[in-house]
DNA sequence: CCGTATATATGAACTAGTTAGTACATAAAG
DNA sequence: CTTTATGTACTAACTAGTTCATATATACGG
């Protein structure tokens, strides 16, 4: 298959090995969980092979981390919040959680790791350097959305955006999360689109219900 | 250890091995998921065998689906609701509310129970016989304080129960399950008795915000 | 510019330890 | 003598990780 090589194309062909077993790892670790998923079947789905997973990532738990770790790299790229500055504040605040909404429901994947994550009680989520840094953007861009509300009188005074933060996540994070289950308890289908378009737009209803001045 | 028995004393005992190794169990998967505990880690810490494992529950599905049914046959138990009638609608939502949050705050294997079974894309809570009927019942409690609160000009119209029972679980869901990525990100401690207090009576003001009347 | 050492990358087969599940024997009660 | 309950020892399959061999490209001294 390959033929003569460079330094430049061997250099990029071993990122290609390493990205293309991190994308099956994801898909697996996500779908099985770390305890349940295999390495001689991430490998097997590879264009690799097993031998190269230890090559790159030391082991299972190794290639655990480097999956978790891309995984909360690319949520953080949405500093698309500075698109917000012109609107109202209730307006930037209703598409910031839409924005959360369609991130959460276009990547299961993210929200299953983070699932597991959390059933391995974080052991590993600590070991990714800067992560509350990252998040702290987060918390920021929130806190000047409710600045801007409650200069405006749109907003209550004194609600903390960690809170604000965690009521959003948690709205959004449940419609994926717990799809199976509420499937089988109710009989409703988280993942239709029908559900799905109604759902968006009632979180953002409930939290700016909330956030609103008396 | 056992003396002489009787025909009933052999059925007690035989139900207190049964129940002690559900009780094992459901603490070693709530831990460690489906995949990750270890029958014989289970058997050691039961007061029994790993031979009576397989005599009660068949393996280690049948062990694992025995204890999911028993953790939703808890959780169900509670119909205090009945306690309600006598309140204004907002008065007993917010008891509803908070007694849910109690609930997940205080039954935190459960809740890593129903996290687990999502991972494993909901294939054995379809096997628990009734489940859909089970949870009817809490969709029409709310549904009668819906009506009643509407009935008083108190809440808002057409609120859908099933809606509002997924927020509410959301919500206190969430506070249990992303415990440990919670804290790693943002270094709040999601399970402190402060943090539980002041997020308990959130989580009911934000509900109540959304369904008040305009 | 050639040869040799060195770093990077990869294949194939093997292994030690684990893990779910079983076979067989037995004991007590009805 | 049959049903229920239980202990001991075993096994077949799996699973993470390793060993050894090797190919290719670059570095570097002569």
Redesign the pocket.
């Known amino acids: 298959m390959?033929?003569?090589?460079?330094?430049?194309?061997?250099?990029l062909?071993?990122?290609q090995?390493?990205t293309n077993i991190l994308e099956v790892a994801t898909r697996e670790f996500a779908d099985k969980g770390l305890?349940g998923?295999?390495?001689?079947?991430?490998a097997e789905k590879t264009n690799?092979?097993?031998?190269?997973?230890?090559?790159?990532f030391?082991?299972?738990?190794?290639?655990y981390e480097a999956v978790l770790e891309r995984a909360y790299g690319h949520i953080r790229k949405r500093e698309a919040e500075r698109l917000f500055e012109t609107m109202p504040a209730d307006e930037a605040l209703r598409a910031l959680i839409e924005l959360t909404f369609d991130y959460h429901a276009s990547h299961p994947d993210f929200v299953r790791l983070v699932m597991n994550e959390n059933i391995h009680h974080g052991d590993h989520i600590g070991k990714i350097p800067g992560i509350k840094e990252r998040n702290r953007s987060v918390i920021a861009s929130l806190k000047t959305i409710i600045d801007k509300g409650v200069a405006a009188r749109l907003f209550r005074k004194g609600v903390d955006p960690v809170d604000l933060h965690m009521s959003i996540s948690a709205l959004c994070f449940f419609n994926v999360s717990n799809r199976y289950t509420f499937e089988a308890n109710f009989g409703v289908d988280l993942g239709s689109p029908k559900t799905q378009k109604k759902r968006r737009a009632q979180i953002a209803d409930i939290i700016l219900a909330w956030m609103k001045a008396d």
């Open positions: 390959k033929k003569k090589q460079t330094a430049e194309s061997r250099i062909e071993a990122d090995t390493r305890a998923a295999r390495i001689d079947e991430i690799s092979s097993k031998r190269m997973i230890y090559y790159y030391g082991g299972k738990d190794g290639l």
